[in-house]
């Protein structure tokens, strides 16, 4: 049983940061790209950022140089360092990834949300 439990969301005013941490857990043989998604109240759901097992990265170009992904191989855990945080990045945020259990078997699992709310 494969696990992605995210941490680190809350309450900060507009301009500041927050750094989300998304750990998987369980039989985990490798794991493919890592991926951040948010969904605000009423929007769909959209790709924030991704890195692949080598560490590319790419962003949503409304995050672009204020948001980096990174991962700890070591540790199976995916980070989002926010900066310059905006209103508009109000939302939930998930973390989402590709992980093989065996050599042959692989399934994408999702976190269960953390909450990042920025006031203005």
């Known amino acids: 049983q494969v696990q992605l439990v995210e941490s680190g969301g809350g309450l900060v005013q507009a301009g500041g940061s927050l750094r989300l941490s998304c750990a998987a857990s369980g039989t985990i043989f490798s794991i493919n790209a890592m991926n951040w998604y948010r969904q605000a109240p009423g929007k769909p759901r959209e790709l924030v950022a991704t890195i692949t097992s080598g560490g590319s990265t790419n962003y949503a170009g409304s995050v672009e140089g204020r948001f980096t992904i990174s991962r700890d191989n070591a540790k199976n855990t995916v980070y989002l360092q926010m900066e310059s945080l905006k209103p508009e990045d109000t939302a939930v945020y998930y973390c989402?990834?590709?992980?093989?259990?065996?050599?042959?078997?692989?399934?994408?699992?999702w976190g269960q949300g953390t909450q990042v709310t920025v006031s203005s």
């Open positions: 989402n990834a590709g992980i093989y259990s065996t050599p042959w078997r692989m399934a994408v699992y």
